[in-house]
C-alpha cells in the first residue's frame, strides 16, 4: 500500500488548527490600551473581608488583577503562593496585586489567609461579571475564570495581559510589566 502523505499532512493541519484554538494567544483577552472595566465587589485580605472598588485602587497606583479558576486547587494555590512571595516587590513599586475568582467570599478568606498568606488580597464574583467584563471565562466553564493577568495603569487603561497555564509565569510576566510601567512614568 502506497503512503501519499495524505494522511500525515491533513493529520498536522488538524493539529495546527486546534493548536492555534487553544494556544494563549487565540484567547479573547482585553488588549493593551482597552479600557479596564470598574467594578466594586466582595473581597478578603488576611481573612477579613471588604468591599474592593477598582476606581479607588487605581487611584493610589497601578494595579495587578490576575483571574485564577478555583481557590484550593493545586494550580491556584501554587500562583497565590508566589504572588505572596512577590507582594513586597509590587508593593515597592506602588502596585496592587488582586486575584480574583468565581468562589464565594467565606473561600475566599480562608484562601487570602492560607494561600495568600496575608499578602494580598483575593476578590469574589460569583455571579461572573467581572470574569465576562474583562474577557476571563474559561471555554470550558464561562462561569469560571481562565488563568488571565492584567497590569491596570492609573488611567484605567490595559498596560499589560498574559494568559497561560504556568502559575508562576504569570507573577514574573506581570512584575516585569509594572516595572517597565514603572520605567514609563519617569521618563
Not at 494567544?25 to 472598588?53: E, I, N
Not at 461579571?129 to 488611567?155: K, L
Amino acid at each position: 500500500m502506497r503512503n501519499t502523505g495524505f494522511g500525515i499532512s491533513t493529520a498536522l493541519s488538524a493539529a495546527a488548527v486546534l493548536a492555534a484554538l487553544f494556544s494563549p494567544a487565540a484567547h479573547a483577552v482585553l488588549k493593551v490600551g482597552d479600557a479596564a472595566p470598574a467594578f466594586t465587589t466582595q473581597a478578603a485580605v488576611a481573612g477579613k473581608p471588604f468591599t474592593f472598588d477598582m476606581k479607588a485602587a487605581l487611584a493610589k497606583g497601578p494595579v495587578v488583577l490576575y483571574f485564577f479558576p478555583k481557590a484550593f486547587t493545586q494550580g491556584c494555590t501554587m500562583e497565590a503562593h508566589a504572588f505572596a512571595e512577590a507582594s513586597p516587590q509590587f508593593n515597592a513599586m506602588g502596585a496592587q496585586v488582586v486575584g480574583m475568582s468565581h468562589d464565594d467570599i467565606a473561600t475566599l478568606q480562608r484562601f487570602s489567609t492560607e494561600a495568600c498568606r496575608d499578602q494580598f488580597a483575593v476578590a469574589s464574583d460569583p455571579k461572573a461579571q467581572t470574569i465576562r467584563a474583562y474577557d476571563a471565562s474559561a471555554a470550558a466553564n464561562p462561569q469560571r475564570a481562565d488563568r488571565i493577568s492584567y497590569v491596570i495603569g492609573q488611567d484605567s487603561k490595559i498596560k499589560f495581559a498574559h494568559v497561560g497555564s504556568d502559575p508562576t509565569e504569570h507573577v514574573e510576566q506581570t512584575k516585569a510589566a509594572v516595572q517597565q510601567l514603572q520605567r514609563n512614568v519617569k521618563k
